[in-house]
C-alpha cells in the first residue's frame, strides 16, 4: 500500500512534465530532433542530484559497530527539479500551443520525485561508516499514465572529527548510485504531423510525412552516478543541524519521443527506420541521447534525535544548474 501511495506521487509529479498542449504540424524532422534532444540533455543533468536521495542523514557519521552497536535503517523520500525553462523550450521549439497549461507547473521547475529505503552500519577499528540503499516503483499503470523507478546506492564516509561535546562531527565520503525510471502519459495532441521528413533514396525535392494518431509523450532515463561529498553537523539537546557539499559526475542516457500509430504519407515506413539520429517505428518515434553530467551541490537541515529514532529533513540546490531538492526521513538508530 505503501509503494502504491508512492507510485501514485510520483505519477502525479511527472505528468506535470507532459501537460496536455495542442498542435496540427512540427514543420520539420529536424525540429523534433532538435526538441527533444535539447530536452533530453537537460533531463539528464538534472539525474545525479535527484540519485543522492536516500542516506541524507544529519549525524554526519554514526559511529562504530563496537562496542555499542551504531546502525540505523529507515525510509528517505524527496524531489529534485527541472528547471521549468527545459519544457518552456522544448514547447516553443516544437511551435506548440500550451494554453495554460504550463502555469501549472512552480515556478521553481518540474518537481521528479525519488524514495529509498537505507541503512548504514558504523565501521570497525577505523572512524567510518557504510550506508545503502534501495527503492523501487516496478512498471505499474495509475489512470493514464504508467511509471516505473529504480534508485539503488551505496557510499562509504569517513570521519574526519568524530565528534564531541564541543567539536562537530565532520566527515567525507564517496558514493555510488543507479538511478533509473520512466513516464508515458497522454499529451492531449490529437493527430500530429511531423513534415518535410527525409530519408535515404528518395527521389529528388520530395519529402515525406509522418502522422502520429493522437501519440502519448514516452520518456525513460537511465543514469550512474558517482559522488563525493563533505558533511558537518553538531548535536544541541536533540537537535541535530548539518551542512555540506557534494560533487557528482556520471553518465545518463535518455530515450524520449511520442507513442501513437504511425502513418506514412509520401514513403514506406521501412524507408524511416533510421533517420538522423530519429528512431521511427510503426508505434512511436523517439530521439536517444547519451551524456555525461556534472553537477556540484550544496546542503544542509537538521533532524530531531529522540531515543531509538531520527526524523530529518534536509534542502539541496545545484550550484550548476540552479535546481532545488528537499528530503524528508525517518528511521530507526541505535
Known sequence: ??????????????VLAAMPV????????????GAFEDFSKEFANSLPMNSTIGLNWSD?????ILPLPSVGVGITT????????????????????????????????????????????GGILFPFDVGI??????????????VGYTNVGVDLRYAVLSGGWVMPKVSVGVGYNYLSGSVKAPMGLGDVDIGNVDYDGAPPDETATVTLKDPDIDFDWEAHVFDVKVQVSKQFFVIEPHLGMGASYGRASTNAGFDGDIEVDGANLD??????????????????KDVTPFSTRIFGGASLNL?????????????TSGAVGGTLGARIQL
Not at 531515543?307 to 550550484?319: G, I, Q, T, W
Request: no cysteine.
Open 1 to 14: 500500500m505503501k509503494r502504491k501511495g508512492i507510485a501514485a506521487l510520483f505519477a502525479g509529479a511527472l
Open 22 to 33: 495542442s498542435a496540427d504540424t512540427i514543420d520539420d524532422l529536424n525540429v523534433f530532433k
Open 60 to 64: 554526519a557519521y554514526i559511529g562504530q
Open 78 to 121: 524527496g524531489f529534485t527539479t527541472i528547471p521549468l525553462k527545459v519544457l518552456e523550450d522544448m514547447v516553443d521549439d516544437l511551435g506548440l500551443d500550451s494554453g495554460s497549461a504550463l502555469g501549472d507547473i512552480p515556478s521553481m521547475g518540474i518537481p521528479l520525485p525519488g524514495y529509498a529505503f537505507d541503512a548504514r552500519i
Open 133 to 146: 540503499k534501495f527503492g523501487t516503483i516496478p512498471d505499474t499503470k495509475i489512470g493514464d499514465v504508467e
Open 271 to 288: 524507408d524511416l527506420k533510421s533517420i538522423s539520429g530519429v528512431d521511427i517505428k510503426k508505434d512511436n518515434i523517439g530521439v536517444s
Open 307 to 319: 531515543p531509538f529514532m531520527r526524523f530529518d529533513v534536509s534542502a539541496m540546490y545545484n550550484l
